[in-house]
């Protein structure tokens, strides 16, 4: 990294910068594997209820998870980035998730029942 520019952690930004990511609260109906890609990943269908609908992502989250663990487990998604093709796949929604020591990505999720498509802020 550069001397002359901040690290992104290191910027701040408003509320109103914040709010335009948007961020909601998905469940996952479906996973397939994506055979096409080069790093072992998913395809998931995920659920955001009936002003979302169901949409499509691309997660490489296989190291820690196995398909059947994954049916009915709550995400977050950003759902408003463009969708992207990954691998013959089109990703409509990014899953959010964090690296473990070893660089396993490990998915965010919310405890209770939160509805599907409720907004993080």
């Known amino acids: ?10 910027q701040n ?8 990511v948007d961020m909601r609260v998905g469940r996952i109906i479906a996973v397939e594997p994506n055979a096409k890609a080069r790093k072992p990943s998913y395809c998931l269908k995920v659920d955001f209820g009936p002003e979302i609908g169901v949409k499509a992502s691309s997660a490489q989250i296989v190291d820690l998870y196995d398909r059947g663990d994954l049916i009915g487990r709550r995400v977050i998604a950003v759902v408003n980035f463009p969708p992207k093709r990954i691998a013959g796949f089109l990703s409509e929604v990014l899953v959010m998730g964090a690296p473990d020591a070893k660089g396993r990505v490990a998915l965010l999720s919310v405890d209770g029942d939160v509805p599907l498509g409720a907004r993080i802020f």
């Open 13 to 20: 930004l408003d509320y109103e910068t914040f709010l335009a």
């Open 1 to 10: 990294m550069s001397e002359d520019k901040p690290s992104l952690s290191a």
